[in-house]
């Protein structure tokens, strides 16, 4: 791992196609990897991901330092495989990458319901009960 991600509070992870969260996290092969230092953003660089190979792009999260995924569809299978890394996937988000990452203390570190998965290939966030 690179030792400049030691010192980053928290980093998100946003699957980029072209300029846009890709639509299936499954095939994407770009990410947009953003970390934050006290609520700043301090490092911001698009890395590759493997396309095809699930265990190896699950590995790539890890060795950034993802600590947040924001993507638009993903398997469950590819889902749990993340989830099981203690990486927080936040699904279904689509637009352009640069009205998303102004966003980043909604996404990267913050207090949301988690996503729960339904169906073999779908995602969908639970409204929160009061």
Not at 27 to 54: C, D, H, K, Y
Not at 105 to 118: E, I, N, Q, S
């Amino acid at each position: 791992m690179d030792n400049s991600l030691k010192e980053i509070n928290s980093a998100g992870g946003f699957a980029a196609w072209e300029n846009r969260i890709a639509p299936l996290f499954d095939t994407a092969g770009q990410l947009v990897f953003v970390g934050v230092e006290s609520g700043r953003i301090v490092r911001q660089s698009r890395e590759e991901i493997p396309r095809e190979a699930q265990v190896q792009k699950v590995l790539r999260l890890v060795d950034l330092g993802v600590g947040t995924l924001v993507c638009g569809a993903i398997s469950r299978q590819l889902f749990n495989m993340i989830s099981s890394y203690n990486i927080q996937v936040l699904p279904f988000v689509a637009g352009e990458l640069t009205r998303i990452s102004h966003k980043l203390d909604f996404f990267v570190g913050a207090d949301l319901p988690g996503a729960k998965m339904r169906g073999d290939f779908c995602c969908v966030r639970e409204k929160a009960v009061t």
